[in-house]
């Protein structure tokens, strides 16, 4: 029981090292209050800025690239079969060999993925005031 409850929590802990939308949300959010300056020196230059209508700045990271899918085979094991045969009064075991199956292929195509991230800095603090992002490719290892 004690080897089971030690593997379930290493398994538990290592799930927290994957890429997850949530470890995305720490990264950027940690930036809420921030200096401007330390987001700029950390993240670089932004894709685009824009100062918006109240004087606040919004600077926009974006990343997007496209990715070809690999193509699967799809094969399955069938196993043998086994079965006993009578002659002559004698009894004796028969066993088929088992066979791989191919049922086609699988995958392909191509996907795309992307990531937008928006920070507003507030003009007279020059303070990251919200920070909002969005797309299928916003994932980060969570901070533990």
Same mark, same amino acid.
């Given at each position: /029981?004690?080897?089971?409850?030690?593997?379930?929590?290493?398994?538990? *802990?290592?799930?927290?090292?994957?890429?997850?939308?949530?470890?995305?949300? !720490?990264?950027?959010?940690?930036?809420?209050?921030?200096?401007?300056?330390?987001?700029?020196?950390?993240?670089?230059?932004?894709?685009? *800025? /824009?100062? /918006?209508?109240?004087?606040?700045?919004?600077?926009?990271?974006?990343? *997007?690239?496209?990715? !070809?899918?690999?193509?699967?085979?799809?094969?399955?094991?069938?196993? %043998?079969?086994?079965?006993?045969?009578?002659?002559?009064?004698? *009894?004796?075991? =028969?066993?088929?060999? %088992?066979?791989?199956?191919?049922?086609?292929?699988? &995958?392909? &195509? =191509?996907?795309?993925?992307?990531?937008?991230?928006?920070?507003?800095?507030?003009?007279?603090?020059?303070?990251?005031?919200?920070?909002?992002?969005?797309?299928?490719?916003?994932?980060?290892?969570?901070?533990?």
């Amino acid at each position: /029981m004690r080897k089971w409850l030690c593997l379930l929590v290493l398994l538990t *802990s290592a799930c927290g090292t994957f890429p997850s939308r949530e470890g995305y949300a !720490q990264k950027t959010y940690y930036w809420q209050g921030r200096d401007a300056n330390e987001l700029l020196a950390v993240w670089g230059a932004p894709s685009k *800025s /824009m100062t /918006m209508p109240n004087g606040n700045t919004l600077y926009t990271y974006s990343k *997007s690239y496209t990715q !070809q899918q690999p193509y699967f085979d799809n094969r399955r094991f069938e196993p %043998g079969s086994r079965f006993t045969v009578t002659e002559n009064g004698q *009894s004796r075991v =028969i066993e088929t060999p %088992g066979r791989w199956v191919y049922d086609g292929t699988s &995958g392909g &195509g =191509i996907q795309h993925y992307s990531c937008t991230t928006n920070f507003v800095v507030n003009s007279k603090t020059q303070l990251v005031e919200s920070v909002s992002f969005e797309g299928n490719d916003c994932v980060a290892v969570p901070r533990q």
